[in-house]
């Protein structure tokens, strides 16, 4: 049977999703293909169709998570002023959240950074220098003189907090959210200093 290019890319686009919001809750080693293509509701077989393995699919998600982010999402509105910086930092600090349709890249589990895998570190590498790349732009229209600093910091500083969080039971884990939320707003503030601030 033929399918047209339309319905191909539709089904490479279930599959990605699918395995974006299972290596993102999950990381690279606890996710299946069995599990990837039983949540996009597809066969092993059209699977091989589009990827050749797990790595390069994981490859894959991790550009569409990071293309199809939160950050992504709203560059234009935060430029706009109607999104702002302290917003980003609460949700994306705000990891276990149910976003069905654009996880999150800053709840991939950090061991994914030091994978025995070259193409899955070099593919979290990748999402990460993404991740810092949006949020210095997003500093640099702010006028912040340290832009790609600031937004290095602050990315390492959220995926910690994040991968820290996922070990503490509550209430010690809203707790330990807030009190970082308010170090990285703090912080994101004082690099803006001569600029509009964060808050709003």
């Keep these: 049977m033929s399918y047209t290019p339309r319905h191909k890319e539709q089904t ?3 599959i990605l999703q699918a395995a974006a919001k299972l ?3 999950n990381g690279f080693d606890r996710v299946t293909l069995t599990q990837i293509m039983k949540k996009a509701n597809m066969t092993h077989g059209a699977f091989y169709a ?3 393995g797990k790595s390069s699919l994981y490859e894959a998600a991790m550009q569409f998570a990071t293309s199809n982010g939160f950050w992504a999402r709203n560059d234009k509105q935060t430029e706009n ?3 702002h910086l302290k917003a980003l930092v609460t949700r994306y600090l705000s990891w276990s959240r149910s976003d069905k349709e654009h996880p999150s890249p800053l709840e991939f589990l950090v061991t994914d950074a030091a994978h025995k ?3 899955v570190r070099q593919a979290y590498q990748a999402c990460f220098d993404s991740l810092v790349d949006r949020l210095a732009g997003i500093l640099k229209k702010r006028g912040s003189q340290e832009a790609e600093a600031l937004a290095e910091e602050t990315v390492v500083s959220l995926v910690g907090t994040v991968a820290i969080a996922r070990s503490f039971a509550q209430p010690l884990q809203s707790d330990f959210l807030k009190r970082a939320q308010e170090r990285i707003v703090n912080r994101l503030n004082s690099g803006l ?3 509009e601030p964060v808050e709003g």
């Design 23 to 25: 290596f993102c809750s």
């Design 12 to 14: 490479r686009q279930r």
């Design 117 to 119: 895998e070259e193409k």
């Design 50 to 52: 589009h990827f050749s």
């Design 81 to 83: 002023n109607e999104t």
């Design 193 to 195: 200093k001569n600029s």
